[in-house]
């Protein structure tokens, strides 16, 4: 008897008859003689209503009190699933986070799972119940509700999986796996049939939505190998596994992009060891994610500062950043928006300069101009103009060869 | 500094003005110099729409689950709250049922407060916070969310008033007070300044909504003084206390009534010493209330037996009686819906047999059948057809000289 963990996504429990659907798959995965831990997100919009909620109730919410509501969302739903499982006559148990064990550390709604304490849910595994368990949500030390941040279900679901020693961890969305481009933007776009938690951590990173890269992390770090599929069919979706065999090495997976850029020049930073620290610490320390780099050496041992962030921070992250860049007594700070990340993805591409020359060019044939570049070991990112994304994902899909899969 | 317990019920926060104009009456007494506590029940029609919900997704929900999902709506109502008293200024802590450390035993949907662990409610009490509760809501012994029925969240109020030994309960509700009859049906009915708990425990028993029956009852074990009044104006309320000074014992204090009646009547049960139990033990064990109960005795030591339940329960607990009928021997069963129940209650009629022929007199005076009489050291209840109740009321609130107080 195998132990299967399931995640289904807000999308997979968005009404009535899904939550039934969706039970009706649970239940035949259960009749092949799988015992199952299912998790779950809040129904469709719920979250977001209840974000509005909060904000027409208080100008700034605190963070304790959001997460104590958010919670609720994914409270609701496996009460729902529960109800619809016992309905099929199939024994059923639905926990929230705090019921199955979740222990967190960190701030309210960006908390990080520290500890599973499994008890509880085993215990109604070997009592024959399906344990439904609230995605995106665990308690901390104060029991106190909080909330995991964006893809925290998925978090949730690989972490409880880890923890269980489960067979395998299934994540439902409504997309049929991980494909080497967006579909909508590049229509011949090829689903991957497997794909590297490297490969899948830069993907997701850099903005393919179809699973959080904490999640794919947490798989990476506990080897356990994750399948992506669509709640509405049965087609067999991607496996998130150890590197593929060396046969597949020279390719890239995928094209990944980011809609949500903006950038930050800071002007005339006097060059000292700690000037960068001076600038990022504080940043760091209000959590806000940095991405793109870039230092250029201009006169007078003085140097532009650039570097990009998600453009939604843009009105919360510019008076830090204005504090610092007057502690160091920088030139002056300017900000750009409608920018957008375009980045190639493989192992592929380990110690093989040729990929983002080829990108380059690519981006450069196509009249796109190319505002700043990153990369590592397995992946390229430029940043360009919003407005020509999907140019640029196009483009470079066919340039790369990545209709035929990888 | 005094200690006071607030009560919120669902239609004063059934919209976020709502929310925001409880938080305004919270900082008021909060700024009258008071510690608060705040128990708020689920926003307006959701616990409804939640169980709609329900439903939908499972013919018959499990106990367990439908209190996991119930417990939900009063969880996102305190979060709320305790937002916007932050809005105002006002440092606040939302807490569940279980972070609140209300223990509960029995049955899911209709558990009881066994303890209250007040440990974090007074830190965050001592911290200068208002505390804002869920109610209706605890926790059993395996950490299942557990609700508390009809009622819990004057319950939790009136038990979280107790264990800290709070100054003042205020029940804030969408009306005055309590009436000597329901003013949508007597419009010369009086507001009480003060009733006694006994009163007020047959009042509420008998179909007074305004407050629930184990809220009084809890009030009266501990003594702790309940003020109803409305969340809507700054009208003083009326106060449940002990029994009032002895001038006024010579009085009724009011007229209720209740439109979900149906008698069940059971026809040639021999009498012996167990029958009753016979019938009545399958009841209790399956929960039903059962209210007034007449037995006449009839010819070959056979009677009839009859008495009422909540029309509401008639298809449900018909099976339950037919059975005891048919272990007994009885000769048949009938039932009738439709039917009302009529109370005048006040300890001044203790002793006084005048007052039950008083109401009699004056229901026979209208033309009114009386079906069944029960009656009790405080009240007196007449069965009567529903579609006679306003009249009653107004009738027995005239003969009773009610309009002018008690």
Chains 1, 2 share one sequence.
Request: proline share 3%; net charge neutral; charged share 25%.
């Amino acid at each position: 008897m195998a132990l299967v963990v399931q995640k289904y996504g807000g999308t997979s429990v968005g009404t009535v008859e899904r939550v039934k659907a969706v039970a009706q798959r649970v239940a035949k995965t259960k009749a092949e003689g799988n015992d199952l831990v299912v998790v779950v997100s809040a129904m469709g919009d719920t979250t977001d209503k209840l974000l509005e909620l909060a904000y027409q109730t208080a100008r700034r919410p605190s963070l304790r009190e959001l997460d104590q509501l958010l919670a609720t969302g994914e409270e609701q739903a496996v009460a729902l699933v529960a109800m619809a499982l016992e309905d099929l006559g199939l024994p059923a148990l639905s926990l929230s986070g705090a019921q199955a064990g979740i222990r967190t550390i960190g701030r309210y709604g960006k908390a990080r799972i520290s500890q599973i304490r499994t008890e509880r849910v085993r215990r109604a595994l070997s009592a024959g119940q399906v344990v439904i368990i609230a995605g995106f949500q665990g308690v901390n030390r104060l029991s106190d509700v909080t909330t995991l941040g964006r893809g925290g279900s998925d978090t949730t679901a690989v972490a409880m999986a880890a923890a269980l020693r489960a067979d395998r961890c299934e994540i439902y969305t409504d997309v049929d796996g991980v494909y080497t481009a967006d579909p909508r933007l590049v229509p011949e776009a090829a689903k991957l049939e497997r794909i590297s938690y490297e490969e899948m951590t830069e993907l997701a990173w850099r903005g393919t939505k179809v699973l959080h890269p904490r999640a794919v992390e947490l798989g990476k770090l506990y080897n356990m190998e994750i399948i992506v599929r669509s709640s509405f069919n049965d087609n067999p979706g991607t496996i998130i596994t150890k590197v593929d065999s060396m046969e597949k090495i020279n390719t890239i997976s995928g094209i990944a992009y980011d809609l949500d850029v903006a950038r930050i020049t800071i002007a005339g930073v006097r060059m000292q060891p700690d000037s960068l620290h001076q600038i990022f610490g504080p940043l760091a320390v209000a959590e806000v994610s940095v991405d793109v780099i870039v230092e250029s050496r201009g006169e007078n041992l003085r140097s532009d500062v650039s570097f990009t962030i998600s453009e939604k921070e843009l009105p919360h992250v510019l008076p830090i950043v204005e504090k610092a860049a007057a502690t160091i007594g920088a030139g002056g700070i300017s900000s750009q928006g409608n920018l957008a990340k375009v980045s190639i993805i493989g192992t592929g591409m380990q110690n093989r300069p040729g990929y983002a020359a080829k990108m380059f060019k690519s981006l450069a044939m196509a009249g796109i101009s190319i505002e700043m570049v990153t990369t590592s070991e397995i992946q390229v990112t430029c940043v360009i103009a919003k407005d020509r994304v999907q140019e640029a994902v196009r483009r470079l899909h066919k340039d790369f060869g990545l209709e035929k899969g990888r």
